[in-house]
């Protein structure tokens, strides 16, 4: 964004790998929001300057306010009971986050209600309850041939349109997008929901946009890269983009920007890696977990906390002066 610049510091946990890392324990004290585990803490990083887009928005100037640390988890794919999300969702209720995200495929095979309760309320009821769920919606949340989304009315405080809607947390905004065909605002960059979210953004004040939709612009997974979903994000001024559908995680950056695939939030399911596209910075896809996110003011920490392994990736997003 105009004026702002980012640093990031990447880790690649591959040392972990083939060892057997157990969720966090229940019973452990949830991590200071904005203040990684110590545990987790990494021994290695690199830094480097992520580039400027030249064409942002510009924003009004403001006052800075101050801004409450949080601390989320964000998961993909995750709806069909069983062990996989059971651990999943263990894990991240050992962690304790304050708010959950998830970039879609709530509810396996086809969204319907009567699946619901089984696949999302038994494993993440009580922030239902305290409305701190905040789901993207995925081709299995749509089914198929189906002119609405039953699974919206589980969620009725999401903002309208629920569909795709923007939230704020601190200092992070959030703007969720449905990236599935059959959204009427359509899902091609001169859509009427790509203008929203260009003009959302540029309005935006927060330190940190963060952009979530289910199909993955960049993908190296078996789905592969959505071209229709290829915005300009980073132009428009979001600090990153995470979406799923690919039953992986893998980090990849473009034009400056990171893209997240988080697709093994406990589908069973997992998926071989395909074509490598150009700037996939890692791949994982022998595990089930969550992604761990500590935001401030001035800092963004991300990390990918799985069932047996462990913390695989790790990486920083930090605001210029």
């Not at 060892?19 to 991590?31: E, G, I, L, N, V």
């Not at 970039?103 to 409305?131: H, I």
């Not at 919206?152 to 349109?161: A, F, H, Q, S, T």
């Amino acid at each position: 964004m105009m004026g702002k610049t980012k640093l990031w510091a990447g880790l690649l946990v591959l040392a972990l790998w083939g060892c057997t890392a157990a969720a966090p324990s229940p019973t452990a004290a949830p991590p200071e929001p904005g203040t990684p585990p110590a545990t987790q803490a990494p021994a290695v990083t690199t830094a480097a300057v992520r580039p400027t887009a030249a064409a942002t928005p510009t924003r009004a100037a403001s006052p800075t306010p101050a801004y409450t640390p949080v601390f989320f988890a964000v998961i993909g794919d995750f709806g069909l009971a069983g062990p996989a999300e059971e651990g999943v969702a263990e894990l991240i209720h050992a962690a304790n986050p304050d708010f959950i995200v998830t970039v879609g495929d709530n509810n396996y095979p086809n969204g319907d209600l009567d699946t619901w309760d089984a696949n999302v309320t038994t494993y993440y009821g009580d922030y239902l309850e305290r409305e701190a769920f905040f789901p993207a919606w995925g081709n299995h949340d749509w089914g198929y041939h189906r002119k609405r989304l039953p699974g919206l009315e589980k969620v009725p405080y999401l903002p309208e349109p629920q569909r795709f809607y923007e939230f704020v947390r601190g200092p992070v905004h959030f703007f969720v997008l449905d990236s599935n065909w059959q959204e009427p605002a359509g899902i091609k960059v001169g859509s009427e929901q790509a203008r929203w979210l260009q003009e959302r953004l540029a309005l935006s004040t927060t330190p940190w946009q963060v952009v979530v939709l289910h199909h993955a612009p960049y993908s190296s997974g078996r789905h592969g890269s959505q071209t229709l979903l290829q915005w300009p994000y980073a132009e428009w001024g979001a600090d990153i983009v995470l979406a799923g559908h690919d039953h992986t995680y893998e980090r990849i950056e473009r034009d400056g920007l990171f893209y997240i695939v988080n697709g093994i939030g406990g589908n069973p399911s997992l998926y071989e890696f395909q074509e490598v596209v150009a700037g996939s910075i890692f791949r994982f896809n022998e595990d089930y977990g969550a992604l761990l996110v500590w935001a401030d003011a001035t800092t963004m920490r991300f990390e990918m906390h799985t069932l047996q392994h462990g913390v695989i990736d790790a990486f920083t997003l930090t605001q210029g002066e």
